[in-house]
């Protein structure tokens, strides 16, 4: 018996976790990535749209495309491994996800291109007062959180 929940939980685990390569995966902008036909979303964090603009030292500058340039460059060739956690209202694949040991939330959180998205979760919240201590990346500039962004539109 033990040995069937042993196996049992092998395959559990197949389901939840999946390591992809770079090559295997699409960046559709900060938080959401692409693996086959599987869209992920990142759980706890909040990337600028993509067409978002920012404002730095007065000029205009195209912060949603550098937010999953970022993430591009972060991944590489690197593998990456998502820890999945459920579904969202658009059929997205909520997960965290990590090349090596790092948190590519957390990455980009502290970055300055993603924030903690406190209205779902407390879990990148020190990971944004680092950022905004730091003035590192949105924190320099002028900018509008990418929920108020979307709701703008």
Known sequence: MPLIKHSYLL???FFIVTRSYAEQITVTDGDTIRIGDERIRFSGIDAPELKQTCIYQSIEFQCGEFSKNLL???IANEEVTCIR???DQYGRTLAECFVGEDSLSSYL???GYAFAYRQYSD???QDEEYAKSKENGMWSMKFV?????RRQK
């Open 123 to 125: 879990q990148f919240i």
């Open 145 to 149: 959180f990418p929920w108020e962004y």
């Open 85 to 87: 956690e459920g579904k």
């Open 11 to 13: 395959i559990c685990l």
């Open 109 to 111: 959180v502290r970055e």
């Open 72 to 74: 591009i460059k972060k």
